[in-house]
């Protein structure tokens, strides 16, 4: 094995195939690591400032799974942020974890979760003395970072171990002003998506342990568990190959990327129609979140205009903004293309281009019918189905609008980014409902939710996709009492 033989096959190129090996005589073995394997994590460590890293080749997904499940026993109880990616969601569940919730704050002019914040979870630490690990994501998915420092010392001084999701922060402390890393600011547990913000192939991550809180052992067995028995060895040269490289020429890459993305937003001051979060202190470098001015279009409809008519493939789209991303690996023609489209679709509004389009969808953040994406990240106060029992449990396909009142059976997320809207066991509210089903209406990729006569066609960009398709019809999954 491998069965290509390291020949080129069909469209599998040479040079891949040439990269791709087994654990073959002289190339080590990530599972039982030998003096190559041995140093390459080393060198991982010594970037990031952790003690011990684990190259990963299931992407943080992997990470987050074996970081929870070492840090606390079956069944045991996790503080853990609302706005965590499935994954952590998925941890709990194959754990038998209790969920005690972080709610984040939220910046209301663009419907995104802001920072975690340290009086939060001390406040949670002191309400509830039995929890055994805190898990929280920063950056966000939009690049907002928390006070890790802060948060690590509150949540030590409790003896008990801090996982941070930096998913979206592998390039975070290696480079004169950019945030320190989760790492360097006293977290037990860290996970970087190389493949997110760094120049690496998909699927390519890193853990991170310091301290004595984790057991690594333990954490080791997890990885083993969680991880394929066969790690890519492309995937392996690639966290090896961008580790080298930055460690050459970090000052140099994110110097540029760091010049280049403030020399963007400066010119894109001069916009009247579109706006953009401002880098400010806790807001990362790299992510770009923008929104029409007043929310008069969706971040749906921004998203698939820049795709059709510029030719700019965003990240993701949500219904008042949508995120593009710049990393590294971006040279200055991405900066100056993305900025010539804002600029020219910013004139284009003014000239009233679109001025008789009538909305389909409602407006955004402040408007009376809320679509609010982070309305499903508040605390309601309802009593819920722990997710093991729910996420087992029977169900039933009901309407959308007929379940208000009851508990959700699957995750419903808009992917990207895959946090869960709605997580099974928890109570689906009215208005959540009336929320999907707008959101659908928008063209946003709501997963969880079964859209009558979907499956089987054809997937069609979003400015394609039926007016109203059969959003009326569309049904959910929900826990059978
Ligand atoms: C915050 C966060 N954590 C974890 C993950 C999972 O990362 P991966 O795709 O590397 O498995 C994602 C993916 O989008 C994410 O956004």
Redesign the pocket.
């Known amino acids: 094995m491998p069965g290509h033989k390291r020949k080129a096959f069909g469209e599998l190129p040479q040079p891949i195939a040439d990269l791709d090996i087994t654990e073959i005589e002289g190339f080590d073995n990530l599972h039982q690591p030998g003096p190559l394997f041995a140093e390459l994590q080393r060198e991982a460590a010594r970037l990031y400032g952790a003690e011990e890293s684990f190259y990963l080749i299931?992407?943080?997904?992997?990470?987050?799974l074996s970081a929870v499940s070492a840090a606390l026993p079956e069944g045991g109880h996790i503080l853990m942020a609302r706005n965590?990616?499935r994954?952590?969601y998925h941890a709990a569940y194959l754990r038998h974890l209790r969920i005690s919730f972080l709610y984040p704050p939220v910046l209301e002019t663009f419907d995104i979760c802001g920072a975690i914040t340290a009086e939060q979870v001390g406040e949670a630490l002191e309400r509830e003395p039995d929890i055994g690990a805190v898990l929280i994501?920063s950056p966000?998915?939009e690049g907002r970072i928390a006070d890790i420092r802060a948060i690590a010392g509150i949540v030590h001084e409790k003896g008990i171990p801090l996982i941070v999701?930096e998913?979206?922060g592998a390039h975070l402390g290696l480079a004169e002003g950019f945030a320190e890393n989760s790492c360097q600011a006293g977290a037990d547990l860290v996970?970087h998506?190389v493949?997110?913000t760094l120049p690496a192939m998909?699927?390519t991550?890193l853990l991170h342990v310091s301290g004595n809180r984790i057991d690594r052992e333990r954490l080791k067995r997890f990885l083993q568990i969680y991880q394929s028995s066969s790690p890519s060895y492309v995937l392996m040269a690639s966290i090896e190959n961008v580790i080298r490289v930055i460690n050459e020429k970090k000052d140099v890459l994110f110097g540029r990327l760091r010049a280049d993305y403030s020399e963007m937003l400066e010119r894109l001051k001069d916009c009247e129609n579109l706006r953009f979060l401002p880098l400010e202190p806790g807001q990362d470098i790299g992510k770009l979140v923008l929104a029409s001015a007043g929310n008069r279009f969706s971040g749906q409809w921004l998203y698939d205009l820049l795709r059709r008519e510029y030719r700019l493939q965003l990240e993701m789209a949500s219904a008042s903004y949508c995120l593009a991303m710049f990393t590294a690996g971006d040279g200055p023609k991405a900066y100056r293309r993305m900025t010539d489209a804002l600029l020219s679709l910013d004139r284009r509004i003014a000239a009233g281009e679109w001025k008789d389009r009538t909305r389909k969808e409602p407006a955004g953040p402040g408007s009376d019918f809320a679509t609010r994406v982070t309305d499903f990240f508040r605390d309601t106060g309802e009593k819920e189905i722990p997710l093991t029992e729910a996420w087992n449990g029977e169900k039933e396909s009901v309407p959308l609008e007929e379940a208000g009142g009851r508990y959700a059976g699957e995750f419903v997320h808009l992917y990207?980014?895959?946090?869960p809207l709605l997580v099974p066991g928890e109570r689906i509210a009215e208005r959540h409902c009336a929320q999907l089903r707008e959101y659908l209406r928008m063209g946003l990729n709501v997963q969880g939710v079964e859209k009558a006569g979907a499956s089987g066609g054809p997937i069609l960009p979003s400015w394609e996709k039926p007016e109203d398709g059969d959003v009326s019809r569309s049904t959910i999954k929900v826990w059978k009492r």
């Open positions: 299931n992407g943080s997904t992997g990470g987050i965590c990616h994954s952590a994501v966000t998915y999701d998913a979206h996970i998506s493949h997110k998909t699927q991550a990207p980014p895959g946090i």
